[in-house]
Structure formats: C-alpha cells, structure tokens
Antibody
Framework: EVQLVESGGVVVQPGGSLRLSCAAS????????MHWVRQAPGKGLEWVSL????????YYADSVKGRFTISRDNSKNSLYLQMNSLRTEDTALYYC?????????????WGQGTMVTVSS | SSELTQDPAVSVALGQTVRITCQGD??????ASWYQQKPGQAPVLVIY???NRPSGIPDRFSGSSSGNTASLTITGAQAEDEADYYC????????????FGTGTKVTVL
C-alpha cells in the first residue's frame, strides 16, 4: 500500500523550532519530488515547499523562505521539514505529498497530516 | 505571487451537474489540478493535466480550461461528492512554486 505518514507536530512557543518527518512506503521514494502543504484551522491549503528526487533542488513559499528547510533521506524513505523562528501564523496541519509522474505537476498521494500549534 | 480564485460555495441537486471554476493568470500557462477534501480527511487528487483522472476517481468528474479559467465539472452529483474542492497550479511569477485556489464548498441537496 502506498502510504505517507507524518509525525513531529506539537505545541511550540513563538520563536521556537520543530522538525517534522514524513515516512514513505509502498513506492520507490527516490524516484519522486516531494512537497509539504499546510492548512491552518478552518482555512484553505497552502503550498509550503518542495524537494527534488535527489535533494539537489529545493523551493519555498515566500511565507516560510529563510525559516524552513526541506530535506530528505532516501536511504530511510523519509522527508523532513525543519521549522525555525516559528510564528503564530505557522499554526496548521502539515501534510507531506508525493508528486505524481504525470508530466503535469499534481500531488497524487497525501499523508494524514501532523498538527503544529505555535502559541505562548 | 499569483493567486487562484474560486467561488466560496456552490450547491447542486442530487443527480444534477455542477461546475466549479478557478481563475488566475498562471492558468494561461499551466494546467490546474483539482483536489477533493472531506471534513477531517486529507485532500484527494481528482483531476490533473488537460483532463485526466487518477485510478479510482469516478468518470463523473471532468476538467477543462480556457484562458485564465480552469473548471471542474461533476456530472450527476452524488451525496458523497459533498466536500471542499481546491484547484492548484504552478505560480506564474516564479518557477517551481505552487499555489492553491481559495477553495469551493460543494453542497449536494
């Protein structure tokens, strides 16, 4: 079964740091670009970051650039998001998503998400 | 960064057809993908590319595009189609960045 399982979400104070993980199974992880997408409570989806199959290319939304770092360990079939200088507006459910091999970019597999709450 | 605008909510009678639109400059250059999200669940891809459905998505879902507008059509809406729907595309102002639409709540009456 193709599956993504996120972990690491907790309550953290503003200015704090956190590392999210996403464990992949059921597909050849190092063949695919991976993404992080977040959803604030009661709000819509927001794309956060992507990393190429080999980790050689990374991109970020302006809202997190300079504070978040995406990485992957293909030997462990795992994706990560290091989150620094957290703000209250970073409070959200964070999903990892697999990019499909369609030619056109689309996210064909999603995890169930891990909740990050930034609050004092 | 560019934006993708959707109507906040639409309703459709059971068995009837509903079209959800997504507008944005980036859609002149890139196809949209569409996601269905039910309460408490992760999004599910329903349409990608010109008009492609992943395995397991019913053929009542279809996509189209014209100019700066992408559309998702549900032909013969079922009760289980009641959900939030989001479009997504590349951000035309910067390569390798992506943007989601504002989302449309579909209610099946």
């Amino acid at each position: 079964e193709v599956q993504l399982v996120e972990s690491g979400g907790v309550v953290v104070q503003p200015g704090g740091s956190l590392r999210l993980s996403c464990a992949a199974s059921g597909f050849t992880f190092d063949d695919y670009t991976m993404h992080w997408v977040r959803q604030a409570p009661g709000k819509g989806l927001e794309w956060v970051s992507l990393i190429s199959w080999d980790g050689g290319s990374t991109y970020y939304a302006d809202s997190v650039k300079g504070r978040f770092t995406i990485s992957r360990d293909n030997s462990k079939n795992s994706l990560y998001l290091q989150m620094n200088s957290l703000r209250t507006e970073d409070t959200a459910l964070y999903y990892c998503a697999k990019e499909g091999s369609f030619g056109d970019v689309a996210f064909d597999i999603w995890g169930q998400g891990t909740m990050v709450t930034v609050s004092s | 960064s560019s934006e993708l605008t959707q109507d906040p909510a639409v309703s459709v009678a059971l068995g009837q057809t509903v079209r959800i639109t997504c507008q944005g400059d980036s859609l002149r250059s890139y196809y949209a993908s569409w996601y269905q999200q039910k309460p408490g669940q992760a999004p599910v891809l329903v349409i990608y590319g010109k008009n492609n459905r992943p395995s397991g998505i019913p053929d009542r879902f279809s996509g189209s595009s014209s100019g700066n507008t992408a559309s998702l059509t549900i032909t013969g809406a079922q009760a289980e189609d009641e959900a939030d729907y989001y479009c997504n595309s590349r951000d035309s102002s910067g390569n390798h960045r992506y943007v989601f639409g504002t989302g449309t709540k579909v209610t099946v009456l």
